[in-house]
């Protein structure tokens, strides 16, 4: 991708303004060019959730006056995103930062990032009776850094209004909302990669509950038919964990099935699925005497490698076999 345009705005909710900028950032500027640098490689870490914008949300017409106005529709946006953040309870301020992006293919996207204040101490040089005093203030208005990870963004392709959203919950009302899809944007989102997970864990916990099952073995089952759903076909296949999981078990399966269709998951490819192989191709435990194991995917489903013995009395014994070297990670 790259950056056409930006611009940045200020919204001061403590004090009641909108401060719009009314020029451009110089993408040439070295230090301006250097953070542009960082936001991209963060874009690209993030985690979002999709939907489509409706034409008939109010911000639309300002969105689509992007390519012909960058500055006045920017400020149109920053202003409908204030109306809303100030009857927030506990919304924080910050410092607005809009995109006009394009890919290889030329297709435009508007990306719009909120950089919320993170307060930190300085130094600060005055003069009292011609005297020079460094001084040490709280500065309340500092960027986050460039190595943190985006908390609030969305994305929207200017062609189809396919819209992604990294989002924070605030306040309204005395009730937790979601500023950008339930107040802004008004968009039914399916959920983000992270989310998805968390609800075939919570099915699969609550049938393998229902059945008896282990909850250790039914979990470690769960990941590696997740981590072989992603690496072989980019998809995290619900079927497939049914059948690992519950392979025998036709009921099992099928309430394994009927709670998960009465969510929004869907079958996609997640973004960033590197990052889901890394992160499943390992078996972690923690046992109830503290120690922990971490088990490589393919030692895990080697008998000759690792075995879980169930003893009569209830407890589980955990046998590493065939080890040729111990190194100590010190």
Known sequence: MEINKAILHII??????LICSQAELDLREFYVSQYMETVLKRLDKGEYKHGILSEDNEIVPFIKEVETDFIKATQDIAQSMFDVLAISED?????????????????????????????????????????????????????????Q??????????????????????????EKRFYFTERLLQLDPLPTVSEKLKIVKKAVKQVAK????????SMS????????SIESDGIIDTQKVADVVFKGNISAKEEYQEIIEKTKF???????????????????????????????????????MVEFINNPDGTVS????????????F
């Open 91 to 147: 919304a924080p301020s910050g410092d607005v930062l809009f995109l006009d992006m394009q890919d290889l293919e030329e297709n435009h996207s508007l990306v719009v990032i909120k950089f919320n204040y993170k307060p930190q101490f300085t130094h600060h040089v005055t003069y009292v009776d011609d005297v020079m005093q460094n001084n040490i203030i709280l500065n309340r208005t500092v960027f986050p850094s460039v190595t």
């Open 149 to 174: 990870k985006i908390d609030e963004c969305f994305i929207v392709n200017l062609n189809d209004l396919a819209t992604r959203v990294i989002e924070k919950r605030y306040m309204f009302e005395g």
């Open 318 to 329: 955990v046998m590493i076999k065939n080890i040729e070297e111990i190194i100590s990670k």
């Open 210 to 217: 229902r059945y008896n099952e282990e909850e250790y073995v």
């Open 221 to 228: 089952q769960a990941q590696q038919a997740i981590f072989e």
């Open 12 to 17: 001061d909710k403590d004090s009641g303004q």
């Open 266 to 304: 869907t079958e996609d490819i997640p973004e960033n699925i590197v990052k889901y192989e890394k992160k499943y191709s390992k078996q972690k435990f923690k046992l109830a005497n503290g120690i922990e194991l971490s088990i490589p995917s393919d030692v895990f489903n080697d008998p000759n």
